[in-house]
């Protein structure tokens, strides 16, 4: 009898734990959602976001991964353990970006705090899922500017393009989420000061790489004439009228161990001025022996063209004074040139020309 009663309890137990395995099973099933295994720079980098490995071009993102690896204080800051929510542009985003008429096709060529200022600017605080985004949420970011949300879902920031869509939500990662978006986003800062300047002498100095000094220099000098009521540097190069800028690089200033803080506001005004000629696209073929231009800042620019002479690996061999220190006449007074004409027409833009050089047309 005790032998068919634990034959019996076998039998009744048998059913009894395979509905618990059901359970158990019900419970933890496909209704469950996988944890995620990445942070936000190994999800942005694994192969599934690689256009090389077959991702679509609007979900692929090669191009952010490659610009956010120039900022190591970005990469840092979105593979540790705070949360964050990166809003992503793909590469057919930064694509139509640098395609923009005016724009530098090459991102290298942009000023670089100007390009992590924007990269900072996808960038929030905390996990932000689509749910949360709902219409007129503002979310500051850590370029310090908000994005807003429009009530369609769609995002207004500095751009052009006021409704951004955001094609792929909630891509979790062990230290935020990120979500995919069709257009790279713009600080409106930046959208309000350098979208009307694109195509003009201003744009190509105030958003190339190679002119990081100058910007600063101009910044400065439009402080001291917004205070004196003076026309602003950047009027004047993103102006209709016609000019001509002698422009010099980082390489120069880094030459003369000149930084941005070398000169006051008024001084850098006056500087910058004596390297622009108003009225005038002036050509390489311009620049003759003898010549003289007048400057934005009352000088003149003096002109001896050696180019005979030269031999082309040695430069172009036209030099500059700015101050009036050579005499054409006198010989001796050859060594006070001021600049040499590095690159001729290194940029034509809608309102005139830019010449990079050598040195610098100091007024003084």
């Not at 190591?72 to 800051?77: A, G, N, R, S, T």
């Not at 409704?163 to 930046?190: C, F, M, R, W, Y």
């Not at 040695?314 to 006198?330: E, F, T």
């Not at 040139?337 to 809608?350: G, K, M, Q, Y």
């Amino acid at each position: 009898m005790k032998m068919n009663f634990i034959k019996w309890a076998k039998i009744f137990s048998l059913p009894a734990m395979a509905l618990g395995l059901l359970v158990f099973t019900g419970c933890g099933g496909d209704d469950e959602e996988a944890k995620p295994t990445m942070d936000i720079v190994e999800l942005i980098s694994s192969d599934k976001y690689k256009q090389a490995s077959g991702a679509d071009e609007k979900e692929s993102l090669d191009s952010l991964v490659k610009y956010l690896g120039v900022y190591p204080d970005l990469v840092e800051l979105l593979g540790g353990s705070t949360e964050y929510t990166l809003f992503a542009p793909s590469n057919y985003a930064f694509k139509n970006l640098l395609a923009t008429p005016g724009f530098p096709s090459d991102i290298t060529d942009i000023n670089p705090e100007i390009v992590k200022g924007v990269l900072s600017y996808h960038v929030v605080s905390g996990t932000k899922l689509k749910a949360d985004l709902t219409a007129g949420t503002s979310v500051t970011t850590a370029e310090t500017e908000a994005i807003v949300v429009n009530a369609d879902g769609t995002l207004k920031t500095g751009s052009t393009n006021q409704a951004i869509e955001i094609v792929s939500a909630d891509l979790k990662a062990t230290n935020g989420v990120v979500h995919l978006v069709a257009t790279v986003l713009i600080p409106p800062s930046v959208g309000t000061s350098l979208t009307p300047i694109l195509g003009t002498n201003a744009g190509t100095i105030l958003l190339g790489a190679p002119f990081t000094t100058l910007a600063a220099g101009i910044k400065l000098g439009d402080a001291y004439a917004v205070a004196n009521s003076k026309p602003t540097l950047t009027s004047i190069l993103a102006g209709s009228t016609v000019h001509t800028v002698f422009a010099p690089t980082n390489a120069t200033f880094t030459a003369g161990q000149i930084t941005a803080n070398t000169f006051t506001g008024e001084q850098w005004y006056g500087i910058i001025a004596n390297h622009v000629v108003l009225g005038q696209t002036i050509a390489p073929a311009d620049l003759t022996t003898g010549k003289s231009f007048n400057t934005a800042a009352g000088g003149k620019i003096l002109v001896f063209n050696n180019t005979a002479a030269i031999p082309p690996k040695n430069g172009v061999g036209i030099y500059l004074d700015g101050n009036g220190s050579v005499d054409l006449n006198v010989q001796s007074t050859y060594t006070t040139f001021d600049a040499e004409v590095a690159l001729p027409n290194a940029a034509e833009n809608s309102n005139g020309v830019i010449h990079v050089i050598a040195g610098v047309l100091s007024p003084l």
